[in-house]
Every structure is written in structure tokens, then in C-alpha cells.
């Protein structure tokens, strides 16, 4: 066996592993361009790829292996990591928000605006797990932010502007995790590390735009066997990238109805529609025949038309609007008509419409290889990608002491490398505990969740913020936040082992074992039974710390009229009102508050030793809580349903 070298930290290996075929690119960047030192294809014998996506992990990996043994072979080299990109159809987009209230006003930080886009990416992902009813991993694979607002007023950024209530609102990309996990396991039994993954939209366009064409409204549709990848620019950046299932083997598809013949018969036929020769093909039937070229065109009227209209549609649901010019790419983009129809469904002039790879060279060249194949799109973008978005020497990122998922090259922050690894806002930043709040006799109570606990970030063994900028190479070592437990506590804590009183909560008896629930009322009858027991002790009988838990006002104490000026007859003073159809009067609490509901159970009638049902309480016909306050002339009703 050949002694191989082994592969250079900056040599590129680029695999496209598309529905008909494989193709690997061997290049090294030089002069800010990519050297493609080689290329090689291998079509699949039979069908591995669903759409694009991987069917049969075996089938795709063996393939892969074959495409990087002849690779190795012509260049003597092993080659061990490889650059791979993800279709689009399993792409998910979906919009996420999230404000941050501070304290006071004050100039936003980065660090700040960093942690709002990863909560308003984590309400996305929620959002997407409740479209699609099951739980599943989500990468994010990119977003753009739609709109800041601070104060209710929106802005283009949000850095060093002053504010008190900050708003994002973001458009943010996923990939399902089974998708993502194919691609890695595909790989691992070819014998390769995944050193980079992207998405084929977003390959294709590095390779085919280059980046001063992108202050355009440029849209680049990548027209593979399964599937349609189109990705959009403007203003310098891609914008938005989506696909459509209808591709090449549709018009394959066609033929192969229309005249009887196998697949490959059909491929065949479908390459030579340029042509203006007849057509001589062998049908199922074992039959000779021959078409003409103006025959075989006529049977894919249909499906072509529909390619066009799916293109058309697609490009005017990311852009809003047909863009300034549209490239195609792959194998499918030499179909004889398409450009014409794509740029009549689009309402453009058929001159903005053209076959990419006019612009290869301005990202990749070769001393010998012919670059020029519209076909070579994504594969040349997978290479270009990674070998130009090199930062030094190597492009390995590890994240806790295993190969990073990197779903694009260029400037990544921290943030940007745990979310695409799978990571969410919660184990970024860490949440409070959720506060329980209720009322006791009388006092509404809030205690207060425990605080996150936050995450650590390291880069290199050096503590590091989510906004750093991560260079190839980086070691990251990462312990998610961990959130603070909700606040909690049972009737019995809250009490203390020393009450001996009758209790209700929500005009029920529970046992003392019972969860507090939010907004629960409480209250304890026969406080003479036994000594009454404090908030303040309960809370550390309890176990909770006393300047967590916050004792909210009383109700404000309620306006009562003026007595009358003395009559000869004038009635005790007091609160006059009826209770149960019994007139009371009850005499003014030194203290001046109101009478509640609460004190007025004991002169109901009511035995709360054997209460049969619930407790309703009712002020003037209208349901009330223990702690309605009551007035001169109020009808109360005390009874158990």
C-alpha cells in the first residue's frame, strides 16, 4: 500500500452529497482564493437520498469513501476531515421575541443585546416545538434580526443607545437534529471527522455571488435531482434561504412515463434535449425507437412549468418581491427553457436571468480543472466556505473536548457556537425560579424563586462573555446555567410544627401537607386554640432565607362616611350591614381598617369543624374572596354549598 501524507491543516476536502450523486473538492486557500488541486464524482447505484435527505446512512457512506479513496489515491494524501452541507427541506424558520427590563435607563451593552437575541432565538425554538407537537432537537443554523425596539420605539441597533425596555425580534433557522446527526454518522463510517457543516443554499451562494455582488438583491437557485435550494442577498449578507421538493428527477420522472424507459434511459435523454438530432432509445419492452428532440420537450412541458412556478414562488415568499438578477445552479439549470419560464414567472427580463459560473473564479480557480459547470455550485461553495473562512490554522473548534457542530465559517461569537450545538437560552443565561404569591389572612405573600445559578464560558481556560469572537482552534468549555427551583411550600411549613388551629384554604379544609398553589387564600380560624404563629418565624421554620420573601401591604384601609351630625335617635356607631338576612352592627376596629369577609366567619353560623362542601361568600350578590372588605349597608351571605 502507497505511503499517503497526511492532510495539511489548511488543505480543504469538501463533500456534496446530493439525491444522484456525490462529489468531493480538494483545495487549499491561496491569494484569498480557493486552489481546487482536484475533483471526483460517484453517482449512487441506487436510491439513498429521500429529497435530498439521507435514506440509507450505509448506502451514503460507502459511496462517500469510494469518492475519497480516489481522491486520496491521485494526490497522496489521507484525508480525514471534511466539510459537508445540509439540504434545505428540512429547513424550519420561525420568528421569536424577547424583552429585557432593566432597573433604570441606561446605555445597552453588547453583552446585553447578546443575551436578548438568545432569549428572543429560544422563544423561537418554543415556538417551533409547538408548531411541529413533538419534542424534538433543533440546530439554529442562522437568523436575522426583523426589529429592535427600546422604549416601544424601533431602532436599527440598539448598541450604547439609552433605555430602560429593550425589544428583539428575530427570524431565526433551524435543522431538525435526526438531519444533522445523519450527516455526522454518515461520516464517521466513512472514516471522516466532520470539521464544518453548512446549508447547500448558503454553499452555493458563497460560491457563485461573490461577496461585493451582495450589496444586490441577488436570489441563487441551486437545482439539484431532489431538491431546490435558493438563498437571497442583499445589503451585503444572505437574507433567507428556502428550497422546493420539486427538482431535476421530476422531468426524469416524465420522460420516463412518456416513453417507457428506465431512469438512467431517461437521465440520458433528458442531458441530450440540446441536441437537434433524433433520439434513438431502447423502451422496457426491449423495443428500438426513435423521437425527435421537439417530441421530447413536448413531454416535459408540464413539469418544467411547474419547476418554474415552485422557483418563482419561492424566491417572491423570501424576498417579497422578484430580485434584481437570479443565478442557477446545479445539474438541473442546463435544462433547455427553464431560464426563459423562470424569469416570465418572476416578471423579469430574461437578460437578469442567467447560468451560474461566471463568478466561480472570483472565489476559486484551478491550473487545469474546468470550474465552469453550473453543477460544481454547491460543491465549490462547501470548500469555499470553510477554506476562505479560515482564521488561522487549523479549523477545528472543540466545544467541551469534542468537534464543534459549525454550521457556517466567518466570525462566530460564543453564543453563536452553543446555540448551534444544540444549546438554549436557558443554559446561557440560567431563570429565577418562578414566585409563589398568596394571601394569609388577609396579607397577600410573595416569596420570591431561587435565583439562576449562571453559566460558566471558557475559551483556552480563560473566562470569556457570549459576545467573544471565536477563532479557529478555540478549545470551549461550557457548564450551562443552571435554574433557581420555583418557590415552594406546603400549608404545614407555612404554618409552623406549632399550629394547632383550624385552617382553609381556598374555603376548603386540606391537609397540612397540601402545596400552596398560586394565589391560594389562606386562612386560620381559633386563633385562641393555640398561639398564633407569625409570618417572620414561619418563613425560617420554612427553610426559606427572610430577605427572599417580600410581605406585600394590607389593602388600603376603605373610606367610611362621616357619621351623621347627633340626632335624638342616632344609632350606635359602627358597621351596619345585613349578614345572612340579619341585620349586625359591627363597633370601628381601633385600628381603623375595614372589616373583612375573614371576620365574619365566626358570626355565620357556619360550623367549620363539619363543613360539608365549600365556603361561598357573596357581598351584595356578587362572589367574594376572604379578603372582600365590607361597608355600612352591604348584604353578606356566608354559606356552605
Not at 471526483?40 to 429521500?50: D, F, G, N, V
Amino acid at each position: 500500500m502507497a505511503e499517503y501524507k497526511a492532510q495539511e491543516q489548511d488543505l480543504i476536502f469538501a463533500l456534496d452529497i446530493g439525491t444522484r450523486s456525490i462529489v468531493g473538492v480538494v483545495g487549499k486557500p491561496v491569494g484569498g482564493r480557493l486552489k481546487v488541486l482536484d475533483i471526483e464524482m460517484a453517482e449512487h447505484t441506487s436510491r439513498a437520498m429521500l429529497d435530498g435527505q439521507i435514506d440509507n446512512i450505509q448506502q451514503v457512506a460507502a459511496l462517500a469513501r469510494t469518492v475519497t479513496d480516489r481522491l486520496e489515491s491521485r494526490l497522496g494524501i489521507r484525508l480525514e476531515r471534511v466539510c459537508v452541507a445540509a439540504a434545505g427541506r428540512a429547513l424550519r424558520t420561525q420568528s421569536g421575541c424577547f424583552r429585557i427590563d432593566l432597573p433604570q435607563k441606561q446605555a445597552i451593552t453588547a453583552e446585553q443585546i447578546s443575551r436578548l437575541e438568545a432569549g428572543a432565538l429560544s422563544a423561537a425554538e418554543e415556538a417551533l416545538q409547538v408548531e411541529e407537537e413533538t419534542r424534538r432537537q433543533f440546530f439554529m443554523v442562522g437568523y436575522t434580526v426583523a426589529q429592535y425596539r427600546l422604549d416601544n420605539y424601533p431602532l436599527a441597533t440598539l448598541l450604547d443607545h439609552n433605555g430602560q425596555r429593550a425589544e428583539a425580534e428575530v427570524v431565526a433557522t433551524f435543522l431538525p437534529g435526526e438531519v444533522v446527526e445523519s450527516l455526522y454518522t454518515a461520516m464517521r463510517a466513512a472514516g471522516l471527522q466532520v470539521a464544518s457543516l453548512t446549508l447547500e443554499p448558503i454553499a452555493a451562494m458563497n460560491a457563485a455571488v461573490p461577496m461585493e455582488l451582495r450589496l444586490l438583491n441577488l436570489a441563487l437557485v441551486d437545482i439539484g435531482a431532489g431538491t431546490t435550494d435558493i438563498a437571497v442577498c442583499r445589503d451585503g449578507s444572505v437574507v433567507g434561504y428556502t428550497m422546493a421538493t420539486i427538482a431535476g428527477d421530476e422531468i426524469t420522472e416524465a420522460l420516463m412515463r412518456a416513453f417507457l424507459v428506465d431512469f438512467q434511459t431517461a437521465e440520458e435523454m433528458k442531458q441530450a434535449l440540446h441536441s437537434s438530432e433524433d433520439l434513438v432509445y431502447v423502451d422496457i419492452l426491449g423495443m428500438e425507437n426513435t423521437v425527435s428532440c421537439q417530441e421530447v420537450r413536448a413531454a416535459i412541458e408540464e413539469p418544467l412549468g411547474r419547476l418554474a412556478e415552485a422557483i418563482a414562488q419561492r424566491v417572491t415568499e423570501v424576498n417579497t418581491t422578484a430580485p434584481s438578477a437570479l443565478f442557477l445552479a446545479g445539474g438541473g439549470s442546463k435544462l433547455e427553457g427553464l431560464r426563459e419560464r423562470v424569469a416570465k414567472c418572476l416578471g423579469m427580463d430574461e437578460r437578469r436571468v442567467a447560468t451560474a459560473g461566471s463568478n466561480y473564479a472570483k472565489s476559486a480557480f484551478a491550473d487545469e480543472l474546468d470550474l465552469g459547470n453550473p453543477e460544481y455550485a454547491t460543491p465549490l461553495g462547501i470548500a469555499v466556505s470553510a477554506g476562505l473562512g479560515l482564521l488561522n490554522d487549523s479549523y477545528v473548534v472543540t466545544l467541551n473536548g469534542e468537534t464543534a457542530k459549525l454550521f457556517r465559517s466567518g466570525s462566530l461569537t460564543l453564543r453563536d457556537i452553543l446555540l448551534m450545538n444544540g444549546y438554549t437560552y436557558a443554559d446561557l443565561l440560567g431563570r429565577t425560579g418562578k414566585n409563589l404569591s398568596f394571601t394569609l389572612d388577609g396579607r397577600r405573600i410573595r416569596l420570591r424563586g431561587e435565583p439562576g445559578v449562571p453559566a460558566i464560558l471558557m475559551i483556552n481556560g480563560e473566562e470569556a462573555a457570549l459576545t467573544a469572537i471565536v477563532n479557529a482552534g478555540d478549545r470551549i468549555a461550557f457548564t450551562p446555567a443552571r435554574s433557581g427551583a420555583d418557590a415552594a411550600r406546603t400549608l404545614g411549613q407555612l404554618l409552623g410544627e406549632g399550629f394547632t388551629g383550624r385552617v382553609l384554604v381556598n374555603n376548603r379544609n386540606v391537609p397540612l401537607d397540601t402545596p400552596l398553589q398560586q394565589g391560594d387564600v389562606i386562612l386560620t380560624l381559633d386563633p385562641g386554640a393555640a398561639p398564633a404563629v407569625r409570618l417572620e418565624e414561619t418563613e425560617e421554620a420554612a427553610g426559606s432565607v427572610p430577605a427572599e420573601a417580600a410581605v406585600l401591604p394590607s389593602p388600603a384601609p376603605v373610606e367610611v362616611p362621616a357619621p351623621p351630625p347627633p340626632k335624638p335617635a342616632e344609632p350606635p356607631r359602627g358597621i351596619h350591614l345585613i349578614l345572612n338576612g340579619t341585620p349586625l352592627t359591627l363597633p370601628e376596629k381601633d385600628s381603623g381598617q375595614p372589616y373583612y369577609l375573614m371576620d365574619l366567619l365566626e358570626r355565620s353560623g357556619l360550623d367549620f369543624d363539619h363543613l360539608e362542601g365549600p365556603v361561598r361568600l357573596t357581598v351584595n350578590g356578587m362572589e367574594s374572596g376572604f379578603s372582600q372588605s365590607v361597608r355600612s349597608g352591604d348584604v353578606v351571605t356566608i354559606r356552605c354549598d
